[in-house]
């Protein structure tokens, strides 16, 4: 991908060259609109090329579970026509106790409403999908068999050059440091690397959003903080050892899953911050390898080859503010995603998409509503894993 000159103008230009400003440019680009994205670094270089793959329909209410319906459509259809793996390979939660399997029934009540096919399952049979599992804990488990998992650098570099073929310019190693403003009207950007016309601006900074909305001047309250979230990687094992993502809230809140080279690739809820930091640490390390251990014993012989860390862009809530800010025309957001911003990329990307192109959306946007934070209407917590 050629990092491209900055352009004179843009009508559309998005800040943030992550899964999520790049599905955006790429629908718009789709769909005929001029579009711009504009990235600090290199394309994927924020959370996205840091993330732990997992895509699911299994949330807790009526909103999400919707739009990660509709999502998982669309990683299946673009992941076929793009030629990138995404493969259905379930989400497996691991109940351990009665409240929790109550819980997870209402979840599941929810997800059949919209068609997701979620079921509640044996340990036995959860056994059967994950023969390495210690189930002499578990009572129960939730399983969808379409929920699954993607690889972010793969796909999001395949979103990326098919957004390019439909005219969208990404300008890579480029940084928004101000807006020019006149009369409540965006009239441009000013950037590391000269100045960009353009009136239709959207946020897709996630863990930056609050310092492109303090530039935009924006008095609105919207909190998203930068929390420090760390992964794992281990050597490769037998393909199709764990296929799907295994999830333990009671072991520290641990998802695991083996990736397409073999390796076995997981977190826990272990979180720091607010923090820009990124350094791995020590505990994390520790809190991975017992936890992990205590859903899986086999991974014991493993050896690790490597963490990092990155951020989950986190609301109070756990939702992330999608929507059109109304003091400043064209001011738009879609960034806090707590967490599941890779697996609600495209369907955020048709969401964003429909309101600058037709001014409403079938999806429910409104559950993302940039304002509830000020009105002091916090949905429920979403499912957040990791
Ligand atoms: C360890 C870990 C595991 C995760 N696991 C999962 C998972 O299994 N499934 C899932 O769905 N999600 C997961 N996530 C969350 C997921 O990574 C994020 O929600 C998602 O990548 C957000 O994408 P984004 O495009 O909004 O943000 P980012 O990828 O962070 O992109 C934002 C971009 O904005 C750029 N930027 C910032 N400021 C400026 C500026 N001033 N000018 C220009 N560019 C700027 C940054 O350089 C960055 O590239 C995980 C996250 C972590 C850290």
């Given at each position: 991908?050629?990092?491209?000159?900055?352009?004179?103008?843009s009508e559309?230009?998005i800040i943030?060259g992550g899964?999520v400003?790049v599905?955006i440019?790429?629908?718009?680009?789709k769909?005929?609109?001029?579009v711009?994205?504009?990235?600090k670094?290199?394309?994927?270089?924020?959370?996205t090329?840091?993330c732990g793959?997992g895509i699911?329909?299994?949330?807790?209410?009526?909103?999400n579970v919707?739009?990660m319906?509709?999502s998982?459509?669309?990683w299946?259809?673009?992941s076929e026509?793009y030629?990138?793996?995404?493969?259905?390979?379930g989400y497996?939660?691991l109940?351990?106790?009665d409240e929790?399997?109550?819980?997870?029934?209402r979840n599941i009540a929810?997800q059949?409403r919209?068609?997701v096919p979620t079921?509640l399952i044996?340990?036995?049979e959860?056994?059967?999908?994950?023969?390495?599992?210690?189930?002499?804990?578990?009572?129960?488990?939730?399983?969808?068999?379409?929920?699954?998992?993607a690889d972010?650098?793969h796909?999001?570099t395949?979103?990326?050059?098919?957004?390019e073929?439909f005219?969208a310019r990404l300008v890579e190693?480029?940084e928004v440091?101000?807006f020019?403003?006149?009369?409540?009207e965006?009239?441009?950007l000013k950037?590391t690397?000269?100045?960009?016309k353009?009136?239709?601006?959207?946020?897709?900074?996630n863990?930056?959003?609050k310092?492109?909305?303090a530039?935009?001047?924006?008095?609105v309250?919207?909190?998203?903080?930068?929390y420090?979230?760390?992964a794992?990687?281990?050597q490769?094992?037998?393909?199709?050892s764990?296929?799907?993502?295994?999830?333990?809230?009671k072991?520290?809140?641990?998802y695991?899953?083996q990736t397409?080279?073999g390796?076995?690739v997981?977190g826990?809820g272990y979180?720091?911050?607010?923090?820009?930091?990124l350094?791995?640490?020590y505990?994390f390390l520790?809190e991975v390898?017992?936890y992990?251990?205590?859903?899986?014993?086999?991974l014991r012989e493993?050896l690790?080859?490597?963490?990092?860390?990155?951020?989950y862009a986190?609301?109070p809530d756990?939702n992330?503010a999608i929507?059109?800010?109304?003091e400043?025309s064209?001011y738009?957001i879609?960034?806090?995603?707590?967490g599941?911003?890779?697996m609600?990329?495209?369907?955020?990307?048709?969401?964003?998409?429909?309101?600058?192109?037709?001014?409403?959306?079938d999806l429910?946007?409104?559950?993302y509503d940039?304002?509830r934070?000020?009105?002091g209407?916090?949905?429920?917590?979403?499912?957040?894993m990791?």
């Amino acid at each position: 991908m050629p990092t491209r000159e900055l352009p004179e103008k843009s009508e559309i230009t998005i800040i943030g060259g992550g899964i999520v400003g790049v599905t955006i440019a790429h629908e718009l680009a789709k769909r005929g609109e001029e579009v711009t994205v504009i990235e600090k670094r290199f394309i994927g270089s924020g959370s996205t090329f840091r993330c732990g793959t997992g895509i699911r329909q299994q949330f807790n209410d009526e909103a999400n579970v919707q739009v990660m319906k509709r999502s998982v459509e669309l990683w299946k259809r673009y992941s076929e026509e793009y030629g990138f793996p995404f493969e259905q390979t379930g989400y497996l939660f691991l109940l351990y106790d009665d409240e929790e399997v109550e819980t997870f029934k209402r979840n599941i009540a929810i997800q059949n409403r919209f068609g997701v096919p979620t079921r509640l399952i044996t340990p036995e049979e959860a056994k059967e999908i994950v023969p390495l599992l210690d189930i002499s804990e578990v009572i129960a488990a939730s399983w969808n068999p379409t929920d699954g998992k993607a690889d972010p650098f793969h796909s999001t570099t395949k979103f990326a050059l098919h957004a390019e073929e439909f005219g969208a310019r990404l300008v890579e190693y480029t940084e928004v440091k101000d807006f020019i403003i006149k009369n409540g009207e965006i009239k441009g950007l000013k950037t590391t690397r000269g100045t960009i016309k353009t009136g239709i601006v959207i946020n897709a900074t996630n863990a930056w959003a609050k310092l492109i909305n303090a530039m935009a001047g924006i008095g609105v309250k919207i909190p998203i903080e930068p929390y420090k979230h760390q992964a794992v990687i281990t050597q490769p094992i037998k393909k199709g050892s764990i296929k799907p993502m295994v999830i333990s809230f009671k072991y520290g809140h641990a998802y695991l899953t083996q990736t397409a080279h073999g390796g076995v690739v997981g977190g826990v809820g272990y979180e720091l911050g607010p923090t820009y930091d990124l350094n791995p640490t020590y505990e994390f390390l520790r809190e991975v390898s017992y936890y992990f251990t205590k859903i899986i014993p086999a991974l014991r012989e493993l050896l690790i080859l490597r963490t990092w860390a990155g951020y989950y862009a986190k609301t109070p809530d756990s939702n992330p503010a999608i929507g059109k800010i109304e003091e400043l025309s064209d001011y738009y957001i879609a960034a806090g995603f707590s967490g599941h911003g890779f697996m609600m990329a495209p369907a955020v990307a048709e969401m964003v998409a429909d309101i600058i192109t037709k001014g409403k959306t079938d999806l429910p946007v409104e559950w993302y509503d940039p304002y509830r934070f000020e009105r002091g209407e916090l949905r429920g917590q979403a499912l957040q894993m990791g």
